[in-house]
T-cell receptor
């Protein structure tokens, strides 16, 4: 298996622009997680899905952030409009069952100027 | 509220040394605990997962222990190598309640010097 795939790996954008991050989970996994990592706050769970349904989005910072999972093999995290404080590494992870071992993608490093 | 602490934040050791990384948590009611490794600029790699009913897990030169009553887990690395240099994170999953998401420590940055 190719593991969790994320794109793009790096994104540099200007404040106010829309940013879309993409994730393909490991085939057969039914839980998908979006995390944000910064030096100051470490890893933060933004939202997770079970069987394509959002379960807990309490970590989503504000309405500028939205996530979708239209099918079992694809999810997006969108930021609109982006702000400099959104600069971070965004990770996607998947697991078979929400309580089980999570496997992480390589991350997307987002820089908002 | 569950809190996870990893001390020290950074550690530097000579190659070949056996070492222990520490993870402490404030609420002993956990479902499982997971250790991860993160290389600079990379994603996280799962190393070991210990269920609440287990006391330890081993994988190669790595051994993770769990003591729920004292709220502690340790990751033991035997005969350390420069390739072990990375940040090691632990994450705890609460046992009950509505909030079952992983609670993360900030990690220990390990440097193994040749």
């Amino acid at each position: 298996d190719a593991g969790v795939i994320q794109s793009p790996r790096h994104e540099v954008t200007e404040m106010g622009q829309e940013v879309t991050l993409r994730c393909k989970p490991i085939s057969g996994h039914n839980s998908l997680f979006w995390y944000r990592q910064t030096m100051m706050r470490g890893l933060e769970l933004l939202i997770y899905f079970n069987n394509n349904v959002p379960i807990d989005d309490s970590g989503m910072p504000e309405d500028r952030f939205s996530a979708k999972m239209p099918n079992a093999s694809f999810s997006t995290l969108k930021i609109q409009p982006s702000e400099p404080r959104d600069s971070a590494v965004y990770f996607c992870a998947s697991s078979f069952g929400e309580d089980n071992e999570q496997f992480f993608g390589p991350g997307t490093r987002l820089t908002v100027l | 509220k569950q809190e996870v602490t990893q001390i020290p934040a950074a550690l530097s050791v000579p190659e070949g040394e056996n070492l222990v990384l520490n993870c402490s948590f404030t609420d002993s009611a956990i479902y499982n605990l997971q250790w991860f490794r993160q290389d600079p600029g990379k994603g996280l790699t799962s190393l070991l997962l210990i269920q609440s009913s287990q006391r330890e897990q081993t994988s190669g030169r790595l051994n993770a222990s769990l003591d729920k009553s004292s709220g502690r887990s340790t990751l033991y690395i035997a005969a350390s190598q420069p390739g072990d240099s990375a940040t090691y994170l632990c994450a705890v999953r609460p046992a009950a309640g509505n909030n079952r998401k992983l609670i993360w420590g900030l990690g220990t940055s390990l440097a193994v010097n040749p």
